[in-house]
């Protein structure tokens, strides 16, 4: 018997509750995994609170991503104790996620650990961190460079946004955080940010142009906040999408795209092929400072998902929450 945080529905209204769950129990798929650590991610949050409809089917055991070690294995790419790493493809959601003591699992779901990691590490970078990568990849595939200019980030504190501020500064970027907290200017200055900006600067509706500003961007926010973003690009600027803590809208206009050539690049983690996985996760090992692991993470246990789930759709988490098995 395991311990596993389990989303269920009864007469059309959602329930949660930690509970003791059998193997037999699990999905039944190629490779059986020991959980080490699991995080908790505002998809997380939205699914446990019910805020938003994302699981898919019930019951489920939220948990969009983890880390451990492999116990029974059906699949020759992965054996018993090898160390793995899942992020997204819709665990968490229609598949039992990584919020339980042991998950089955498809073996293309999986990729193994990287060696600069050990099993808490991936989970502190989790999938915020690793879709963090997959924006700067796109910023760098589209010729942005440290000379370039000024880069932005929205969303600073929260768990991309301190691995994008983190990883740019480390790689000579100028970088500008963005966050609705004054409060933690001095965290995001020790990430690596040159410069704060106040969220409220972009939270309203604006001008189809503004001043250029930023060569780059990172945006997790969507809504106002992402229109002014683009609003404010560069000529032939970029910005890297991928997510939506403002709102699903774009209450944007054509103007920066046909005037500046400015490029929006949508930057999916979910359902990202492999090979693009595998090149993220080498560049975190060489492009993420370790020393930065601990300074962005808060640890809890499976038991506390549940209280601090709600902080996440009040804006009150900072950086990462990893869930301890």
């Known amino acids: 018997m395991f311990n596993a945080l389990v989303i269920d529905q009864v007469d059309g209204k959602q329930q949660v509750a930690l509970q003791q769950k059998a193997i037999a129990d699990l999905p039944?798929?190629?490779?059986?995994?020991?959980?080490?650590?699991?995080?908790?991610?505002?998809?997380?949050?939205?699914?446990?609170?019910?805020?938003?409809?994302?699981?898919?089917?019930?019951?489920?055991?939220?948990?969009?991503?983890?880390?451990?070690?492999?116990e029974q294995s059906n699949h020759p790419d992965y054996q018993v104790g090898d160390k793995?790493?899942?992020?997204?493809?819709?665990?968490?959601?229609?598949?039992?996620?990584?919020?339980?003591?042991?998950?089955?699992?498809?073996?293309?779901?999986?990729?193994?650990?990287?060696?600069?990691?050990?099993?808490?590490?991936?989970?502190?970078?989790?999938?915020?961190g690793y879709t963090a990568m997959l924006c700067v990849l796109a910023l760098?595939?589209?010729?942005?460079?440290?000379?370039?200019?000024?880069?932005?980030?929205?969303g600073a504190a929260g768990g991309v946004g301190s691995v994008a501020v983190a990883i740019l500064a480390k790689l000579g970027y100028t970088v500008t955080a963005m966050t609705?907290?004054?409060?933690?200017?001095?965290?995001?200055?020790?990430?690596?940010?040159?410069?704060?900006?106040?969220?409220?600067?972009?939270?309203?509706?604006?001008?189809?142009?503004?001043?250029?500003?930023?060569?780059?961007?990172?945006?997790?926010a969507g809504s106002h906040v992402l229109a002014n973003v683009c609003a404010a690009m560069k000529y032939r600027g970029v910005v890297a999408a991928c997510g939506l803590a403002a709102g699903m809208d774009l209450p944007a206009s054509v103007a920066p795209f046909i005037l500046r050539g400015i490029k929006l690049i949508g930057v999916d983690s979910v359902m990202c092929p492999k090979t693009d996985r595998l090149k993220a996760w080498q560049r975190l090992a060489q492009d993420l400072d370790p020393n930065i692991l601990n300074t962005v993470a808060?640890?809890?246990?499976?038991?506390?998902?549940q209280a601090v789930a709600p902080r996440f759709l009040e804006g009150q988490v900072r950086g990462r929450i990893v869930v301890s098995m």
């Not at 339980?100 to 991936?122: G, K, M, N, T, W």
């Not at 760098?140 to 929205?154: N, W």
Request: proline share 5%; hydrophobic share 40%.
């Open 140 to 154: 760098e595939q589209q010729g942005i460079r440290p000379d370039s200019g000024d880069v932005l980030v929205t």
């Open 28 to 70: 039944t798929s190629e490779v059986l995994v020991r959980v080490a650590y699991s995080t908790l991610n505002y998809k997380d949050a939205l699914a446990i609170t019910g805020a938003s409809p994302i699981v898919r089917q019930y019951p489920m055991v939220p948990g969009i991503d983890f880390s451990g070690v492999v």
């Open 180 to 220: 609705g907290r004054a409060t933690e200017s001095d965290y995001l200055k020790s990430l690596g940010a040159q410069h704060i900006m106040d969220r409220a600067e972009y939270s309203q509706a604006g001008r189809p142009l503004a001043k250029e500003r930023w060569a780059a961007a990172i945006d997790v």
């Open 298 to 305: 808060t640890e809890i246990q499976l038991d506390q998902v």
């Open 84 to 128: 793995v790493v899942l992020n997204g493809w819709g665990v968490g959601e229609k598949h039992w996620g990584g919020l339980a003591q042991y998950a089955c699992v498809p073996a293309d779901y999986l990729i193994h650990l990287p060696e600069a990691f050990s099993l808490r590490d991936a989970m502190v970078i989790g999938t915020a």
